[in-house]
């Protein structure tokens, strides 16, 4: 089947908004030029690597039980799930990141896990992990809501990720949250 052929209208749109995610990419970049904000913003890249979350996992069945085991097992499946897509995604894709296409614009402020930018991993995990234990306790949205758009936000600030990818992250994690508790549920593991 042959690709469909885009218009020149449909050319012109995406270079609008392929020229919009650079630009805000850039403007947010900026920021990372000041020390504090620099060491801010690694410090919470490092932490949605995974350290607030496999904290979160171990420390769950100790206060909480069979309760805090099952949600700790609630976040490693939609963890591994989350790994499968977030990898064949990125393989996929092949977009390289901001500021190795546009070195002369963006600065690189923390060294990348891998080497393709879309999409946002650190989003999607700190999406999809926020909106399960919100799901579990509501009480911590509002401090589990902030964190996860600071970790989005770490990924422009840091020159690692386009705005797109950080959308497309925190899409991907939504989706996956939601789907797990539909999974759960339909499986009889949690009330409806």
């Not at 500021?99 to 600065?107: G, K, M, P, Q, S």
């Amino acid at each position: 089947m042959p690709l469909p052929v885009r218009t020149d209208r449909q050319v012109t749109v995406a270079q609008i908004l392929d020229s919009a995610d650079v630009s805000l990419c850039e403007l947010l970049n900026r920021a990372s030029r000041r020390h504090t904000v620099s060491k801010t913003f690694c410090t919470i890249s490092r932490l949605g690597d995974g350290v607030i979350w496999y904290a979160m996992m171990a420390v769950l069945p100790l206060i909480g039980g069979y309760d805090g085991v099952l949600i700790s097992l609630h976040m490693v499946l939609t963890a591994l799930v989350g790994l499968v897509i977030y990898k064949v995604t990125k393989q996929l894709s092949g977009r390289e990141r901001p500021y190795v296409v546009h070195a002369d614009r963006i600065e690189c402020a923390m060294a990348p896990l891998d080497r393709y930018s879309f999409p946002s991993g650190h989003t999607l995990h700190a999406v999809s992990f926020s909106m399960v234990l919100c799901g579990h306790f509501p009480q911590m949205t509002w401090v589990l809501l902030p964190f996860a758009i600071l970790v989005g936000l770490s990924r422009m600030i840091l020159g690692l990720h386009y705005p797109s990818d950080v959308l497309a992250g925190a899409f991907i994690g939504a989706v996956l949250a939601r789907a797990s508790f539909d999974v759960l549920i339909f499986a009889g593991v949690l009330a409806p």
